[in-house]
């Protein structure tokens, strides 16, 4: 019997620009697992319009986050690129997941929590609902993993739960997913506020390293990022800063924490500071290069996702007729 490989799903929203917590926590697993599973790699745009966007900065992001994944080392041949509004069974399936989703689970979300509180009464019912959106991401395509950032993780408990509810409610149905979490890196910090997730959606552009962001200016924002008084390069929580930076190094170059510690005893902050600054450069300037290229050839992306599309909807949709009939829906007439 042919020995199918594993299922691989993971996107992320064009909400914001991306940053460089976006690419050691999510995209640099990505490019290392693509060849062991079949991956599906999604540019999640339903997800972003949660929040209130200029249509103009969906669609740039959208396309510039295809890019990225490709830049980044995703092979468009061997892996399912594509963007979630162009398979229709992801709204669909969210609905039905949504009619067995409780209103108890969903207000434990801690990154809904968060934002109601600071957006009150007019909070948007989309952020209430867009977990499980994820789950139906995710369930439609038999993933076994999902390589996500820390932050994701309460997400896909929520997805494993309802894929279990569904597969018991009415017969195993779903593959419940594991969530894939890297060693290091699955939680950058911002650099301003070291207590803080790196996010897209920074107020403080300081804090977050973009994607795309010129050389000089990464050199600059590490070179302003908080550290602290004792002027030693440890991995302790009373140096969240240094302990960021740490991390940041050792996630690019694949040094130890210990080798890091070791290499720069007696040296304070300066050098440590420059070679942060010099690996994320190395790191992110070929991508650049090769994203602004690939936004320079529309027809090959539109290429791209419109092949990604089509093997999307053609799994996904598998899926949902199973799930439309085992809840009692008709099957449409052929
Ligand atoms: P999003 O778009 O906020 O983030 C995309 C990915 O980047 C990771 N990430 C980080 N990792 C390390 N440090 C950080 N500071 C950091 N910030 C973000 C996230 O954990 C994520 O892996 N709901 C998801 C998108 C989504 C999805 C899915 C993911 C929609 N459907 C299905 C996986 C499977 C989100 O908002 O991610």
Not at 129 to 137: C, R, V
Not at 178 to 191: F, H, Q, R, S
Not at 195 to 214: C, F, H, R, V, Y
Not at 217 to 243: C, H, M, N, W, Y
Request: contains cysteine.
């Amino acid at each position: 019997m042919e020995n199918k490989k594993k299922v691989i799903f993971s996107g992320i929203k064009p909400s914001g620009d991306l940053t460089l917590g976006n690419y050691l926590g999510a995209i640099k697993n990505w490019v290392k697992l693509q060849d062991e599973y079949d991956c599906y790699f999604c540019v999640v745009d339903l997800h972003a319009i949660t929040v209130q966007q200029l249509p103009a900065d969906v669609r740039r992001r959208t396309l510039e986050i295809l890019a990225i994944y490709i830049a980044a080392g995703i092979d468009p041949e061997k892996n399912t690129l594509f963007i979630q509004s162009h398979v229709p069974a992801h709204s669909e399936a969210s609905w039905l997941l949504t009619c067995n989703a409780y209103m108890g689970e969903m207000s434990r979300m801690t990154q809904y929590k968060d934002k109601a509180q600071k957006g009150g009464e007019s909070i948007g019912a989309g952020l209430f609902n867009y977990p499980i959106l994820m789950a139906a991401d995710v369930l439609l395509y038999g993933t076994d993993l999902v390589p996500v950032g820390k932050d994701q993780v309460q997400h896909l408990e929520l997805a494993r739960d309802l894929a279990e509810r569904f597969n018991r409610l009415y017969s195993p149905t779903f593959v419940v997913p594991e969530p894939y979490v890297a060693k290091t890196g699955a939680k950058i910090m911002d650099l301003q506020d070291p207590t803080k997730k790196m996010a897209k959606s920074e107020e403080n552009p300081n804090g977050s390293i973009q994607l795309m962001d010129p050389p000089e200016v990464i050199r600059r924002k590490v070179s302003r990022a908080v550290t602290d008084s004792l002027g030693v390069v440890k991995f302790i929580d009373e140096q969240p800063g240094v302990k960021n930076l740490i991390t940041i190094l050792s996630t690019i170059t694949g040094e130890t924490i210990e080798e890091i510690e070791n290499k720069y005893e007696g040296m304070g902050y300066a050098q440590f500071k420059t070679d942060v600054a010099e690996a994320i450069v190395s790191e992110l300037e070929p991508i650049q290069n090769k994203v602004k290229e690939l936004l320079n050839n529309k027809t090959y992306l539109e290429s791209i996702y419109k092949a990604g599309a089509e093997k999307a909807n053609y799994v996904s949709m598998k899926t949902l007729r199973k799930m439309q009939k085992k809840i009692g829906l008709i099957p449409v007439a052929k």
